[in-house]
């Protein structure tokens, strides 16, 4: 029977992101190296990893970035391998994420490093050409996002990375059977199966198979394969899994189809000015991309496994329940609102997060200007995403959010990160982040119709304590102007309070921009 492999575009999009490091094959084979001749053992813990990492490896990572590379690798080895949650995470996976950060979206998606005929960073060894994935400042999402590269599911994009997978097969393998020196002259089931991480097999792209070795029918039996046939053997059976991974062009906006067994994945891309909802509102998406949107207010209310959101400009994103990482990426004005079991944000500027976490949210790249907050969206049914994606909103994790490991590029210490020392203070010009004064914080309520309203309670927001004072203090302040509301006898001056409090409303909504999205419930029977 004929079987396929294909790339997990997930593992690509989420484990790559930026640090001081400029990755290629040799400083990883380097790093890796050093790694294995100072720990003991194919297990290793966080805080064997950050000590080796920052003291005993090179190229030496800062503390802050090596907590970053464990957060995001110990979730994806997670969620991507299927393995329960531990305290401990093998080698040869850490091995195997680093070597995706040779990776580079950037150049393979603008004309302008198509045209230049620049070489894979994994094949030079010296060469001192600079990426603007690793920029600290060249390439600034500042010049606008309609300036940058379309971050999209395109055909250059899923090209670029069969590319990348068949030209760096080899290292993979290395790192995988721990031969990193010299080929390996077989590869084992077991050694295989590691690069589930990355890659998927199936009897057809829309049939998975539990595991990667079952792809090849030689090594299934035999336990092991040499070196050699293995390579011909993935090369000649990897694909790109246009039934998962739609290119954009074709599904603006919708879901993929899936069938049973199936990944189910949705694309919301290239919107403009519009509000998109999801359909059903309480499925459940493994994987669910957001890019290049400009304008619009989207609201997923099921829950996702993998997030990404890439390119948009000025937009409003809220998202129920993330069980495993929201990546927001190379974006510009928006604001997002999400429960995620990890958050990471990269190259992106002038943005709001309002968060619930169980790690500390990422800030890498060129990462500026960013206002933090706690989890603010009300919704009928919240609670059941949220316990679909295994997600409680508890007092332990109430504060995480307001603990980001920042590991942005240029700033003055990376190792001390880049927050204001004032809650909502914007007086520092080169703040990576700071936090929303609990006067000016909101809740988000998602639009619903009055039978859903009804029909189950609202999750009670889970706030620390200055902004769960703040947010009681301005209820108490509604309650008290409804009182003097009802106090009001007089039809003809309640007429004229009605009058004045609508015109307040229809000029809010006009500055804001409201008024188009106010149209857009109007119009989905919603407002």
Same mark, same amino acid.
């Given at each position: 029977m004929s079987r396929v492999l294909w790339i997990r575009s997930e593992a690509l999009d989420h484990a790559v992101f930026n640090t001081s490091v400029r990755w290629t094959v040799p400083k990883v084979k380097d790093f890796l190296v050093s790694l294995r001749s100072a720990v003991t053992g194919s297990a290793i813990s966080q805080a064997i990893w950050v000590e080796a990492a920052t003291c005993r490896c090179n190229p030496a990572l800062s503390e802050l970035e090596a907590q970053a590379y464990w957060h995001v690798f110990s979730v994806l080895r997670q969620s991507l391998s299927g393995e329960p949650a531990g305290s401990t995470v093998d080698v040869r996976a850490i091995g195997l994420l680093l070597m995706c950060q040779v990776f580079s979206p950037h150049r393979v998606r603008t004309d302008q490093f198509a045209k230049s005929g620049e070489m894979w960073p994994g094949l030079e060894r010296a060469t001192a050409a600079t990426s603007p994935r690793h920029s600290p400042r060249g390439n600034s999402p500042r010049v606008g996002v309609s300036a940058q590269s379309s971050i999209q599911r395109g055909r250059d994009a899923s090209t670029a990375m069969l590319a990348f997978v068949r030209q760096h097969l080899a290292y993979f393998l290395q790192v995988a059977c721990e031969e990193l020196t010299v080929e390996p002259t077989s590869v084992s089931d077991e050694e295989f199966d590691l690069l589930g991480m990355f890659l998927c097999a199936g009897a057809s792209t829309t049939q998975p198979l539990p595991r990667l070795s079952q792809a090849l029918p030689e090594l299934e039996a035999n336990r092991s394969m040499p070196w050699k046939e293995i390579r011909k053997a993935v090369d000649k059976s990897l694909v790109w899994n246009s039934?998962?991974?739609?290119?954009?062009?074709?599904?603006?906006?919708?879901?993929?189809?899936?069938?049973?067994?199936?990944?189910?994945?949705?694309?919301?891309?290239?919107?403009?000015?519009?509000?998109?909802?999801?359909?059903?509102? *309480? #499925?459940?998406?493994?994987?669910?991309?957001?890019?290049? =949107?400009?304008? %619009? !207010? +989207?609201?997923? *209310? #099921?829950?996702?496994?993998?997030?990404?959101?890439?390119? =948009?400009?000025? %937009? !409003? +994103?809220?998202?129920?329940?993330?069980?495993?990482?929201?990546?927001?990426?190379?974006?510009?004005?928006?604001? +997002?609102?999400?429960?995620?079991?990890?958050?990471?944000?990269?190259?992106?500027?002038?943005?709001?997060?309002?968060?619930?976490?169980?790690?500390?949210?990422?800030?890498?790249?060129?990462?500026?200007?960013?206002?933090?907050?706690?989890?603010?969206?009300?919704?009928?049914?919240?609670?059941?995403?949220?316990?679909?994606?295994?997600?409680?909103?508890?007092?332990?994790?109430?504060?995480?959010?307001?603990?980001?490991?920042?590991?942005?590029?240029?700033?003055?210490?990376?190792?001390?990160?880049?927050?204001?020392?004032?809650?909502?203070?914007?007086?520092?010009?080169?703040?990576?982040?700071?936090?929303?004064?609990?006067?000016?914080?909101?809740?988000?309520?998602?639009?619903?119709?009055?039978?859903?309203?009804?029909?189950?309670?609202?999750?009670?927001?889970?706030?620390?304590?200055?902004?769960?004072?703040?947010?009681?203090?301005?209820?108490?302040?509604?309650?008290?102007?409804?009182?003097?509301?009802?106090?009001?006898?007089?039809?003809?001056?309640?007429?004229?309070?009605?009058?004045?409090?609508?015109?307040?409303?229809?000029?809010?909504?006009?500055?804001?921009?409201?008024?188009?999205?106010?149209?857009?419930?109007?119009?989905?029977?919603?407002?």
């Open positions: 039934d998962v991974y739609a290119v954009v062009e074709q599904s603006l906006g919708v879901q993929a189809p899936a069938t049973p067994g199936e990944p189910r994945a949705v694309n919301v891309s290239g919107l403009t000015r519009q509000t998109w909802f999801q359909k059903p509102a *309480t #499925g459940d998406i493994d994987i669910l991309n957001i890019t290049c =949107c400009n304008e %619009c !207010t +989207i609201y997923v *209310t #099921g829950h996702a496994r993998f997030c990404f959101v890439a390119g =948009c400009h000025d %937009c !409003t +994103i809220m998202i129920a329940a993330v069980s495993g990482m929201c990546t927001i990426h190379n974006s510009e004005k928006i604001s +997002i609102h999400a429960a995620a079991h990890c958050f990471k944000m990269e190259n992106s500027i002038d943005s709001s997060a309002y968060l619930y976490c169980h790690i500390p949210p990422i800030l890498s790249g060129d990462t500026r200007g960013i206002k933090l907050a706690p989890f603010n969206v009300l919704y009928s049914q919240l609670d059941s995403a949220l316990q679909r994606a295994s997600i409680a909103l508890e007092a332990a994790y109430v504060d995480v959010w307001a603990h980001p490991v920042c590991c942005t590029l240029g700033s003055p210490d990376e190792t001390l990160g880049g927050r204001s020392g004032n809650l909502d203070d914007l007086s520092h010009g080169n703040s990576t982040y700071h936090f929303v004064h609990p006067d000016t914080f909101h809740p988000v309520v998602v639009p619903e119709s009055m039978g859903g309203l009804r029909s189950a309670p609202q999750v009670p927001l889970c706030l620390p304590q200055v902004y769960d004072e703040a947010f009681r203090a301005r209820a108490g302040d509604m309650r008290a102007f409804q009182k003097l509301f009802a106090e009001i006898t007089d039809e003809s001056k309640r007429r004229k309070t009605i009058q004045a409090m609508q015109g307040h409303f229809r000029e809010w909504l006009q500055a804001t921009g409201k008024s188009r999205q106010l149209a857009d419930l109007a119009r989905m029977g919603l407002a």
